[in-house]
């Protein structure tokens, strides 16, 4: 069954414009910017008359069954056209522009279990575009317009493997040259610095799910399940900011989950009850008009550190600190991971947990993945339209082997516009751990007795969405970071974030 709706009554639609009660005003026609920005990379591949045909994602039902998941356009499409809604179809002409859309076409009585069907003109008015046709009026269109060159979509996401295939056609594209080569990569450039009303976007939807996270964390209590969080969170958003979807899963992990870096999956769907005293790490971002947030807040459970809990705490804030102080264009995002893990280091030297008996220093420490172990993830990834945006490689560039930086999802420099996380971590996770002692290569760094009694632990993750300007960082995440700040609203007080008042 093919669904289509505006997404909002037509009655309180207004042409050109996507706004959710307590949500972000969308205007359709700054996504110009967007195709503007695409074309013009791609206009010396382009003679006269050429085309970009985008196919829009299809609508699915689960397994066998007639139900149907809520449907999310492919981030692409979306970044081009803004349209929410599934089977659509869309075409821009490189030299000038010109957008058409092709919308499914449905029979009357559609209506009658999905409400009212917009014509070509409502759509046209409402996405700002040239043109709207029918989906089986493609191959008309095709034949009328005779295209020079057709630019198709096909790439390799850098960071799951797969492969985006171009639209396969019901009619013959011989008449055409057809390009796989070069879309791809213009569109991913193009995504990787953000537009003005993309860095609007996210600077409103961090606040909303920066508030959110506060919400969530003044009302967590020891005896409660991790998923009272997770809902907590999610109905703030919801009717706060519209945000009927979070950008990923989830994770709401306490005591010995706060070491799972994805906890919160099907198969640990934040269910534990949470004890007294112990780390809880919420890992929770809002996602609206299919742009995400990504923020992690980390506290114990009982309202206060103990000595433990502040040594791994401080640790970790004094990466995020000292790595939002080095952000600024043509730095390497790699040179940034390694200053936060010989922060994290100085944290497990701090605990008793690490020594360095032959005195070689930090660097060599870090070289032979010492401080991987403690943070085995990446710094951060770059975010907007996907919580792991396109563009963190360039193409044909390789990963690093070492362990920690083989994780890093943004291998690249810096640039201005570019958003990414900010999300050091530090953890105590068995198995790493057991490797660690147990290799002759860095036995001798671990003090075992001390690292046994820090397994359960969890760990800790301070995660900010950040872009990088000319000047540096700016930060859009409001969350309180140092302990006292984090204490006081945790116990209660009110704290304030711009544009938005206290919470």
């Not at 799910?209 to 809902?231: Q, V, Y």
Request: glycine share 10%; charged share 20%.
């Amino acid at each position: 069954m093919v669904r289509f709706c505006t997404c909002i009554p037509p009655k309180a639609v207004i042409m050109g414009v996507f706004q959710l009660p307590g949500g972000f005003e969308v205007d359709y026609s700054k996504l110009t910017v967007h195709r503007d920005k695409v074309c013009s990379q791609l206009a010396k591949d382009a003679p006269k008359n050429s085309w970009i045909i985008l196919q829009g994602g299809p609508e699915k039902a689960l397994y066998a069954t007639d139900r149907e998941p809520i449907f999310r356009q492919d981030s692409f499409f979306l970044y081009m056209f803004g349209v929410l809604s599934p089977d659509f179809w869309g075409a821009v002409e490189v030299a000038t522009g010109k957008t058409v859309l092709f919308m499914p076409r449905l029979p009357a009585e559609y209506a009658v279990w999905m409400g009212h069907i917009p014509s070509c003109e409502d759509v046209q008015g409402l996405y700002c575009v040239d043109a709207v046709k029918y989906c089986d009026e493609l191959q008309s269109f095709f034949e009328e317009t005779k295209p020079s060159k057709v630019f198709l979509l096909k790439g390799q996401n850098t960071d799951s493997g797969t492969v985006h295939q171009p639209p396969e056609f019901s009619f013959s594209l011989e008449s055409s040259e057809v390009d796989t080569d070069n879309l791809w990569p213009a569109m991913v450039d193009a995504r990787l610095s953000k537009s003005d009303l993309e860095l609007d976007l996210l600077r409103w939807l961090n606040k909303v799910s920066s508030a959110g996270h506060i919400l969530a964390m003044r009302n967590t209590k020891p005896g409660d399940a991790e998923f009272i969080i997770e809902a907590n969170f999610k109905h703030y958003i919801y009717t706060k900011g519209g945000c009927r979807l979070t950008a990923y899963t989830p994770i709401c992990a306490s005591g010995p989950n706060a070491a799972i870096l994805h906890y919160g999956h099907v198969g640990a769907p934040n269910n534990r009850v949470i004890g007294n005293g112990e780390f809880v790490l919420n890992d929770m971002g809002g996602e609206y008009f299919g742009y995400a947030s990504d923020i992690t807040l980390t506290y114990p459970s009982s309202g206060e550190f103990s000595p433990q809990q502040r040594i791994v705490y401080e640790a970790v804030l004094n990466a995020q600190k000292r790595v939002l102080a080095g952000v600024k264009p043509g730095v390497k995002y790699s040179d940034l991971h390694m200053a936060a893990e010989e922060e994290i280091l100085k944290g497990a030297m701090a605990l008793g947990a690490v020594v360095d008996p032959d005195n070689e220093g930090s660097q060599v420490l870090i070289d032979k993945g010492v401080a991987a172990i403690f943070m085995p993830h990446g710094l951060g990834h770059s975010m907007g339209l996907d919580t792991h945006d396109v563009g963190g490689y360039l193409p044909g560039q390789t990963r690093a082997t070492r362990r920690g930086l083989k994780s890093l999802r943004y291998g690249r420099e810096l640039r201005e516009g570019v958003v990414f996380t900010v999300e050091p971590g530090l953890y105590f996770v068995d198995h790493l751990l057991d490797d660690a002692i147990s290799s002759p290569e860095t036995a001798k760094y671990f003090v075992k007795d001390v690292v046994d009694s820090l397994r359960g632990l969890g760990g800790v993750r301070l995660e900010d969405n950040v872009i990088c300007t000319a000047d540096g960082a700016e930060n859009m995440t409001f969350v309180p970071r140092e302990i006292d700040d984090l204490m006081a609203v945790r116990n209660g007080k009110g704290w304030t974030i711009p544009g938005m008042g206290e919470v």
